[in-house]
């Protein structure tokens, strides 16, 4: 028997079967095992935030029915401005294999749902569903799978400390204490979305680190910012997209209990990192990675993906890039892009192919000379990573919008040589003649909603996306009203341009 590892998680670990197995007899188990008193249903709503419902356990069949049909909720205000108030029940029904136990509710069985509607077919306006829905049509077209993983990176903004051990201004990538701060409360974060997702590779401090943050919000002023991230493990889509969203809420969670405020708003500061959430991918068949080709070059799959992003990539930003200080950190020499491209472990490249293991075996031997067993082959591990996201993206339709990118790609002849014309080496913000060839990511959220309207059969084709649902996206893109927004601010004297970006910068510290 192997041995119990410390973060198995205590449903797994009871009912010693695979998550995706999970049945509703074995969450009565839990129930009855945990002395449960109440469960929790989850279900990100279409501002991308984690929502609940408190249901008691009073009695066996009332917990077997729950289990089984779900509830009722207002679709209205769920999905406010996408659904009528005359259509707006819908069904929000478990999904068993999510379930876990809540570390803040002793006595809470929490489980994430799905949107059905009236007649028990999934909501098609759903983001989630949206989704779900487009990796079904990338199977079908493909026989592959995708997976995808996200780097969720924020700042943890504490009140102001002692001033000893400082850290340097942009240099606090990796840091350890004493000169981070945030450690134990970083800790606390990994263990637990590592314990309720099963899928977490690790967490560590970022580049950004800010003294005392300079705001007329009330809520941030003051506090020192330590940026932070936690990085996942890669999973289906769908997946990847619930953990982004559970992470959010435990993350904020924490942060409230110690007294700090987490943000994974895309500016905090000028002449400070942002916050990205950059999006790997890699492809699947029959759960080997095939991103590779036997040499251990990127492999013509991997190549056709690269070429459907590419293609997709400025309209993506409508999902990924959602508020108008997103286009505060898409500026040269940030490592944020700004420029339609990729390139090998090149940061400067909208899309990365960062160091994937490929034709290398057993490297702690070369550190490592004393005898070890021999392992098995441990399957391939590389991926690619799209860096144009930041933390106000709308994590389900993005992945929706990947996964389509995706299929796009692999399906289409022409996604080869795409991808050949955009490839680039060294970096692109030193070399003029290149970017001037290359094509632009948009300057705000106008112009990435103009993109998606004039490209929008890209997303409703084969009926993926549902056509209110880029209407939506249109509309709350054109209502920051930000067109040209970087030549206005451009134009203002320092000091004026310096309290209008802030104001930018921090009216939407929580907008997903």
Not at 251 to 265: K, L, N, Q, S
Request: include cysteine; aromatic fraction near 6%; proline fraction near 5%.
């Amino acid at each position: 028997m192997e041995p119990t590892l410390a973060l198995t998680d205590p449903i797994t670990k009871l009912l010693a079967k695979n998550r995706a197995d999970l049945t509703r007899e074995d969450l009565m188990k839990v129930i009855a095992a945990n002395n449960i008193e109440r469960i929790t249903f989850h279900y990100t709503g279409l501002d991308g935030k984690l929502k609940e419902l408190k249901i008691p356990v009073t009695n066996r069949r009332q917990v077997e029915r729950v289990l089984t049909d779900g509830e009722r909720v207002d679709g209205s205000s769920l999905f406010k401005g996408l659904v009528d108030v005359a259509l707006s029940d819908l069904y929000v029904v478990p999904v068993y294999r999510s379930a876990f136990l809540n570390p803040f509710e002793p006595g809470s069985l929490d489980l994430v749902c799905r949107y059905l509607t009236h007649d028990g077919s999934l909501a098609p306006f759903a983001p989630d569903n949206v989704l779900a829905n487009a990796h079904a049509l990338f199977r079908k077209h493909t026989g592959l799978e995708l997976h995808a993983l996200g780097e969720l990176e924020f700042f943890l903004l504490s009140p102001p400390g002692d001033q000893i051990y400082r850290s340097p201004k942009q240099r606090g990538y990796h840091a350890s204490g004493p000169f981070a701060k945030s450690g134990a409360i970083l800790n606390e974060m990994v263990r637990h979305i590592a314990l309720i997702t099963g899928a977490v590779k690790y967490g560590h401090s970022e580049v950004g680190y800010i003294d005392s943050v300079r705001s007329n919000e009330a809520e941030i002023t003051g506090r020192q910012g330590e940026q932070l991230e936690v990085e996942f493990l890669p999973v289906p889509v769908e997946d990847a997209a619930d953990h982004l969203v559970i992470a959010r809420w435990l993350i904020r969670t924490i942060a409230y209990r110690h007294g700090c405020v987490a943000t994974f708003t895309p500016k905090l500061e000028e002449g400070i990192a942002g916050n990205g959430m950059h999006i790997h991918m890699e492809l699947r068949k029959n759960g080997r990675n095939i991103m590779t080709a036997a040499s251990g070059s990127l492999g013509n799959e991997a190549r056709q993906l690269i070429g459907g992003l590419c293609t997709y990539a400025d309209s993506l930003t409508a999902f990924g890039n959602t508020v108008s200080s997103a286009y505060l950190r898409l500026v040269p020499n940030q490592e944020a892009p700004t420029r339609i491209c990729w390139s090998d472990r090149n940061r400067s490249a909208m899309i990365r192919v960062p160091l994937g293991w490929g034709g290398t075996h057993d490297l702690a031997a070369k550190v490592n000379p004393q005898p070890s067993m021999p392992v098995d082959d441990l399957g391939g591990r590389q991926t690619v990573e799209l860096r144009s996201p930041d933390g106000s993206a709308m994590a389900h339709l993005l992945l929706a919008g990947i996964t389509t990118a995706a299929d796009w790609g692999l399906t289409q002849s022409e996604s080869l040589s795409i991808a050949e014309r955009y490839y680039v080496s060294g970096n692109i913000f030193r070399n003029e003649d290149l970017l001037k060839k290359l094509r632009t990511l948009p300057t705000s959220c106008v112009a990435s909603g103009r993109i998606l309207q004039d490209r929008r059969e890209l997303y409703e084709r084969d009926g993926l996306f549902p056509s209110s649902v880029v209407d939506y996206v249109v509309k709350l893109l054109n209502e920051e009203d930000d067109d040209r927004m970087n030549i206005r601010l451009m134009d203002l004297p320092a000091d004026d341009r310096l309290h209008e970006t802030r104001k930018i910068m921090h009216k939407d510290l929580h907008r997903h």
